[in-house]
Structures are given as C-alpha cells and as structure tokens.
C-alpha cells in the first residue's frame, strides 16, 4: 500500500438517503447491504485506502448506530492509528439543532478540525455508489490541471428515475457542460436532456486550504450547497474542471436500482469489472462456508459465507446468513442478513431486509419493474 500523506479523506454517509427510504428508515445511505457481504461506504472507503489515503472522516447526520456499529475503531481498513485513522463525526447536539442540508453546512461544523489537518489535498465523496475508484489518477489528474476543485463524471444517459423526474425535492443530480481543456463551463441541476451527458459522481478533489477558505467565506453568507451555492455562481473566478471515471460503477437513486445493481452483479464480466481493481474490504462475520443440503439446487446464485440451501435458488443475491428451507423456490430475489425463507415458500422478485421470515408456503411474488419490499424483522 503506498501512503498518501497529503491526502483527507471525507465522506458523506447520508446525501441521498431520501432516495431510497425502505432502506435508510433505520440506517444510512453508506450502510446499505449491497453486493451479497459488503456494505456501500466499503467500496469508497476501501478505495481510498488502496490510494494510501489514511485520515478519513465520516460525517454522519442521522441514523449512524448501523454505521458506527459496520465501521468500529476502521481496524478492517487498516484505519487504527494514532494520528489520522478513521474519525465519525456524528452531528453536533445542540438544541434546536436541525441536521446538515449540503456539503457546506457540513463542513462548517467542523472548520476547526479541516484547519488544524496537515494535508495539502482533500477528497469529498458521497456512497451512493459502487465502484473500485482509482483515487491516485484522479489526484493527479487534479494536480495536473491547476485546478482549484476536480469533480469526477461519467459519460451516459440519465438515469430513468431522473428523467421521468421521480427525484424528490431535496435531490439534486449534476450534469456538465465541459470545454476541450476539461473545464466545466456549466452545471445544471436536474438536467432532463436527452442522448449522453457528463453526469457527475459527486466525488471532488480541492486543495485543503482552498476549501477552508470558501466554507469561511460562504457559509457566512448563507450558501448550504457547494455546487447550486458555489460552484454555479462562480465558474468564471473558480476553475473548476472534469475527471471522467471510465470504470464499472453501480449508482443507487431508487429501490428498483437496488434490486438491478445487486442482480447485475451475477454476470462474472460486471463482478469482475467492480473487484478487480483493488482489494474492497469489509467487517468480518466469523461463519461457516455456504452449506447445500442433499436435493438443493442453485443456479446463478451469489451467496455469501453462513447460508444453509435446502431448495431451489435462481439468480438471487443472497447476504450472510439466509436460509433457504427444504422445497422453497427463490427466483430473482435480494435476500439480506439472515433471512429465512421456510419449507415450500416461493419468492420471485423480493427485496429482503434483514432478519426477515417468509414462513412455510406462502408465496411472495414481485415483478420485474416493481420488485416486492420486506422491512426489516418481519414475518410474512
């Protein structure tokens, strides 16, 4: 692992929960279970550490108990250290308190601590998405540039939610208009055009003391958001520029997203397209291997370590855990943290919470376009 002194890490585990509620009910955007034992902060955080980028902050708003619980002391990503390591601000507990609204809010809360860090560069990055991130290149590719801020984007269309403008009012998504130097020119908030556009990640490189300076300088004047407040108004003095992630990437703005991020997983080009890069850690759970029973069958199937299959599994993602009893059919399903599916039920088309409970022969069916939700703990 090459080290990165000059480097910050900070990520914002809840921009986006709104996108999916089923799911951020009782936790953070960054702790959904995704991809069948890894949860969504891992993919970001661990990138980071494969960068050598070793002081990470995590600046929770709201429902951060899974999350603290996921992280720990960050010992998994090689995160316990004296100086630096992994910190978790959770909000501060003042009366009358309302949580953070965007980026600048955030980290006005914590000014002090960005003015008293060492490091020349800084990475703001939300986890609503599912990539292994080279962030040496894009460092470079910042330095490069001269740049006062880099921002990472993709080149495809919009996603389906966002043009049939199923956003809700406090999500905002980001496209660029950029020039042939690689500098933005424009940002649109909710763009509905047609054919390819530069949708961006929301993944950012500033230099440390550049940031310092806007947040001092802004907050002040009432700016919340450091795109709409900011960036938009300011493109002619701020040379703002692009970096385009060309990698695999999954990107959560609903639960049918979910239920098609998980499942495209199950074809080995895309499994190979996230992993390869570089290591992605997680907390470790200490199970047995997968075990199938005499008579099980299981077809294109990701299943993790601590599942026991008696029945018949087809292209289902199943987390730590899940059961799966004698007879069951399970087609097409996202099963979370020890679900049990009992004798002789069928599911098709379920998303699964954890520690849910289908019981002996019913039947649960979705469809394709409107995959079935189960919270968490229940029993059907």
Not at 35 to 44: E, G, N, P, Q
Not at 91 to 113: C, Q, W
Not at 175 to 180: A, C, M, N, P, S
Not at 231 to 238: C, G, S
């Amino acid at each position: 692992m090459v080290k990165n002194k000059s480097v910050l890490g900070i990520i914002f585990p809840n921009n986006y929960d709104n996108l999916v509620p089923e799911l951020t009910s009782t936790r953070s955007m960054a702790s959904i279970p995704f991809a069948s034992r890894y949860r969504l902060i891992d993919f970001v955080l661990s990138s980071m550490v494969n960068a050598g980028i070793d002081n990470i902050s995590v600046l929770a708003q709201a429902n951060y108990r899974s999350l603290m619980d996921h992280l720990g002391s960050g010992r998994e990503w090689d995160l316990t250290r004296k100086n630096g390591g992994l910190t978790i601000w959770p909000p501060f507990a003042e009366k009358g308190m309302v949580t953070y609204k965007g980026r600048i809010d955030s980290l006005a809360h914590i000014i002090n601590f960005l003015e008293s860090q060492k490091e020349q560069y800084v990475i703001l990055t939300d986890t609503n998405i599912a990539a292994s991130f080279d962030f040496t290149s894009f460092i470079d590719a910042h330095i490069e540039s001269g740049a006062d801020i880099t921002v990472a984007y993709t080149v495809e269309e919009l996603p389906a939610p966002v043009k049939a403008e199923k956003v809700l009012d406090k999500t905002m998504y980001f496209t660029y208009d950029i020039d042939e130097s690689g500098r933005i020119t424009k940002v649109s908030i909710n763009s509905q055009n047609d054919g390819l556009v530069n949708f961006g990640m929301n993944i950012y490189c500033v230099s440390r003391e550049f940031l310092v300076n806007i947040v001092k300088e802004e907050y002040v004047n009432g700016a919340i958001y450091l795109e709409r407040d900011i960036l938009m108004k300011n493109l002619d003095t701020i040379h703002f520029h692009g970096f385009q992630f060309k990698g695999y990437y999954g990107k959560i703005h609903d639960m049918k997203a979910y239920f098609d991020e998980n499942l495209r997983l199950l074809d080995d080009d895309n499994l190979n397209a996230l992993f390869s890069l570089c290591p992605i850690y997680t907390k470790l759970r200490d199970d047995n291997p997968t075990r199938y029973i005499a008579g099980a069958k299981a077809v294109n199937t990701m299943a993790a370590d601590g599942c026991v299959i008696e029945g018949n599994v087809e292209n289902c993602v199943l987390f730590r855990g899940v059961k799966i009893g004698k007879g069951a059919v399970v087609k097409n399903c996202v099963l979370m943290q020890d679900t049990v599916i009992g004798p002789g039920a069928v599911a098709e088309y379920v998303i699964t919470d954890k520690n849910v409970v289908i019981s002996e022969g019913k039947e649960v069916k979705g469809c394709d376009s409107y995959p079935v939700f189960i919270s968490k703990g229940s029993v059907v």
